[in-house]
């Protein structure tokens, strides 16, 4: 190999170490961005141990379907809108198509879902695209 072939193959190397390091110092840079904004938003509370509850927490009420799992995938492999009355219609939210560490997920009009979710009686529930 020459030095100029080297040089090349220390280069692209060094490149793709740098590369690494710019998307890992990033992330981190979110990440503590996350944290100081909680951190921020704690000591400006004037009752530490309050909570504030969103409408999140509803969860609406999903048919519970007999089906085992190997059913489901069977049921869904062949013919999956034979699952669409057993299942309640979501899509992704705005505020998770921002935010890439988390995944909300709202109930939606069958036309603009995304993902089904389908639970069972033993309460297992699953996302199903």
Do not use: G
Request: aromatic share 8%.
């Amino acid at each position: 190999m020459t030095d100029s072939e080297n040089n090349f193959n220390n280069f692209e190397e060094l490149e793709q170490k740098l590369n690494f390091l710019i998307d890992t110092v990033y992330q981190l840079e979110r990440r503590l961005s996350k944290v100081e904004k909680l951190l921020s938003n704690k000591n400006n509370s004037s009752d530490s141990e309050s909570v504030t509850v969103t409408d999140s927490l509803n969860i609406p009420d999903i048919p519970k379907t007999k089906l085992s799992e190997a059913e489901i995938l069977e049921i869904y492999n062949n013919n999956c809108h034979a699952l669409a009355n057993n299942a309640v219609k979501v899509a992704v939210t705005q505020e998770s198509l921002i935010n890439k560490d988390i995944l909300f997920l709202e109930k939606t009009k069958p036309k603009t879902a995304s993902y089904w979710i389908l639970a069972t009686e033993d309460a297992q529930y699953w996302l199903l695209p």
